[in-house]
C-alpha cells in the first residue's frame, strides 16, 4: 500500500510539474506574440506618418489654396507615386493633410488620435476651401463616435471663415456594407451644419487586390468626380 500511495503521488507530482511547464511556455509565446504584434503596429503607424509627411510636401496646382484633410486614399497608399493621389485632380492650389487609417473618429486609427479634428485647425491656416474626405475607417465605429468626431471637427474648423465641403466613403468592396451607414450619417451631420456633402456612396471606382484602396486609375477618376461636384 506505502509503494502504491508513493507512486500515486510522485505521478499527481509529476502531472502538476508538466501542466505548470505548460502553461509557463503558453504564457511565453502568448508574450512574445504580444510583441511582435505591438512592434508589427508601432512600424506600420511609423510608416503612415512618413507617407504623411511625404504627401503634405507634394503641392500642386495653383490658384486658390485648397486643403485636403484625409484617410489613405488622400495620401495615396499603394501607388508607386504619392502625388498621383486623388486630391491632385482638384483646381487650386493644392494642400493634403491626409493620414493612412484615420477617420472622424477618435478612435479610428491604431496609432492615436489622428482623427480629422486633431489636426484640422493646424493646418487649415490661408485655406480658402477644406475639403474634408473619408469615413471608411469609421466603418466599425458606432454611430456616436462618429458623431462626437464631426462635432470636434466643426468646432476647430468653426470662425475661420473657410468654405468646407464633406465627401463621404465610396463603395470600397471590402467595407461595401458600412458605407450606407456611415454616407447617411455625415450626410445629415453635414446638413444640421450647414456645410456641403458630397455623396460617393454610389461610385463604382477600380479598386486594388486589397478591395480598400485606388488603383491609380481608380484615384483619377474619384479626384475628376469630386472636382465635378465642387463645381
Same mark, same amino acid.
Given at each position: ?39 508589427a503596429? @508601432? ?11 511625404? !504627401? ?30 486623388? %486630391?491632385? !485632380?482638384? %483646381? ?7 493620414f493612412?487609417g ?16 486633431a ?32 462635432? !470636434? ?8 471663415? @473657410? ?5 463621404? %466613403?465610396?463603395?470600397? %468592396?471590402?467595407r461595401?456594407?458600412?458605407? #450606407? ?13 450647414g ?13 486594388? #487586390? ?18 465635378? @461636384?465642387?463645381?
Amino acid at each position: 500500500m506505502t509503494v502504491t500511495w508513493r507512486w500515486g503521488h510522485r505521478s499527481t507530482t509529476a502531472s502538476v510539474v508538466v501542466a505548470l511547464l505548460v502553461v509557463s511556455v503558453l504564457v511565453q509565446l502568448g508574450t512574445a506574440h504580444l510583441s511582435r504584434a505591438r512592434a508589427a503596429e @508601432q512600424s506600420r503607424c511609423a510608416r503612415h506618418a512618413a507617407d504623411a509627411d511625404r !504627401r503634405a510636401a507634394l503641392v500642386t496646382g495653383s490658384g486658390r489654396r485648397v486643403v485636403v484633410i484625409g484617410d489613405s486614399w488622400s495620401v495615396g497608399l499603394g501607388l508607386r507615386d504619392l502625388s498621383a493621389s486623388w %486630391p491632385t !485632380r482638384l %483646381p487650386g492650389e493644392v494642400h493634403v493633410a491626409g493620414f493612412s487609417g484615420s477617420g472622424f473618429s477618435r478612435t479610428a486609427s491604431p496609432c492615436g488620435d489622428r482623427s480629422y479634428a486633431a489636426r484640422a485647425r493646424r493646418v487649415v491656416a490661408d485655406a480658402d476651401l477644406v475639403v474634408v474626405e473619408g469615413g471608411l475607417n469609421d466603418h466599425d465605429r458606432s454611430t456616436a463616435a462618429i458623431t462626437v468626431g464631426f462635432l !470636434r471637427l466643426m468646432r476647430a474648423l468653426a470662425g475661420l471663415g @473657410q468654405e468646407v465641403v464633406v465627401v463621404g %466613403p465610396a463603395p470600397a %468592396p471590402a467595407r461595401r456594407s458600412a458605407v #450606407p451607414r456611415v454616407d447617411h450619417l455625415l450626410a445629415a451631420l453635414s446638413g444640421a451644419h450647414g456645410v456641403r456633402y458630397v455623396s460617393a456612396a454610389d461610385w463604382e471606382l477600380p479598386y486594388l #487586390p486589397d478591395r480598400l484602396h485606388l488603383t491609380a486609375e481608380g484615384h483619377a477618376r474619384f479626384g475628376e468626380l469630386v472636382a465635378e @461636384q465642387l463645381g
